[in-house]
């Protein structure tokens, strides 16, 4: 009897962990083809629609932008106070309160607001992260330091429509793409500093 006990658990064990390798097998797959298809094209817009959510903290923050990206530069707006930037020297945050308002700088890549990176967001999960399946979601976990614990992404065919991170104090962003066009047209990427009461310069190896 316990021969057979011991037999019927340890082919529950391989099953487990065939399915388990078969899982990280197939994940790994979508997320391949989702990176070559984003990553053959340089210049792109789409919708985005942000939402932050923190239940045990008793906080929700969503808004609406179009994010345009022309090889390393982009341009993201937030309605019309809050703008994210890189013009190929400088990464720039700035947004506008009631009673203040702020621009903040920093190196490209360096930008430490940033919970995704804007300039490769179709693509950056398709590095340094570990993933498997989850039903029909894409789960990974990062394999170096990031400003989340857990990345999910939403896949409808080919596209992606979603991609959520959760950090260690259970915050919940989540960026649901839409309107996805290779047609950019002449994008401006500037900001004008001017516009802002304060200025927070983060940069260190790039001045």
């Given at each position: 009897?316990?021969?057979?006990?011991?037999?019927?658990?340890?082919?529950?064990?391989?099953?487990?962990?065939?399915?388990?390798?078969l899982?990280?097998?197939?994940?790994?797959?979508?997320?391949?083809?989702?990176?070559?298809?984003?990553?053959?094209?340089?210049?792109?817009?789409?919708?985005?629609?942000?939402e932050?959510?923190?239940?045990?903290?008793?906080?929700?923050?969503?808004?609406?932008?179009?994010?345009?990206?022309k090889?390393?530069?982009y341009?993201?707006?937030?309605?019309?106070?809050?703008?994210?930037?890189?013009?190929?020297?400088?990464?720039?945050?700035?947004?506008?309160?009631?009673?203040?308002?702020?621009?903040?700088y920093?190196?490209?890549g360096?930008?430490?607001?940033?919970?995704?990176?804007?300039?490769?967001?179709l693509?950056?999960?398709?590095?340094?992260?570990?993933?498997?399946?989850?039903?029909?979601?894409i789960k990974?976990?990062?394999t170096?330091?990031?400003?989340y614990?857990?990345l999910?992404?939403?896949?409808?065919?080919?596209?992606?429509t979603k991609?959520?991170?959760?950090?260690s104090?259970?915050?919940?962003?989540?960026?649901?793409l839409?309107?996805?066009s290779?047609?950019?047209?002449?994008?401006?990427f500037?900001?004008?500093?001017?516009e802002?009461?304060?200025?927070?310069?983060?940069?260190?190896?790039?001045?």
């Amino acid at each position: 009897m316990k021969r057979t006990v011991k037999i019927f658990l340890m082919s529950l064990l391989c099953v487990v962990s065939l399915n388990h390798v078969l899982s990280a097998q197939n994940a790994d797959a979508l997320v391949t083809k989702l990176a070559n298809k984003y990553g053959s094209v340089p210049n792109y817009k789409l919708n985005i629609v942000y939402e932050a959510n923190n239940e045990d903290m008793g906080f929700k923050n969503v808004q609406e932008g179009t994010l345009v990206v022309k090889g390393e530069k982009y341009i993201l707006k937030y309605g019309p106070n809050e703008t994210w930037l890189n013009d190929g020297k400088v990464e720039y945050v700035g947004t506008k309160e009631e009673d203040h308002s702020q621009i903040l700088y920093f190196c490209p890549g360096k930008n430490t607001e940033a919970i995704v990176d804007y300039g490769n967001l179709l693509t950056f999960y398709a590095y340094e992260h570990k993933a498997t399946m989850d039903g029909n979601m894409i789960k990974l976990v990062p394999t170096t330091t990031r400003p989340y614990t857990e990345l999910h992404l939403t896949v409808d065919g080919d596209n992606l429509t979603k991609i959520s991170a959760i950090d260690s104090m259970g915050t919940v962003y989540t960026y649901s793409l839409s309107g996805f066009s290779t047609s950019v047209g002449d994008p401006k990427f500037v900001i004008n500093k001017w516009e802002y009461a304060e200025t927070i310069d983060e940069r260190k190896d790039c001045k």
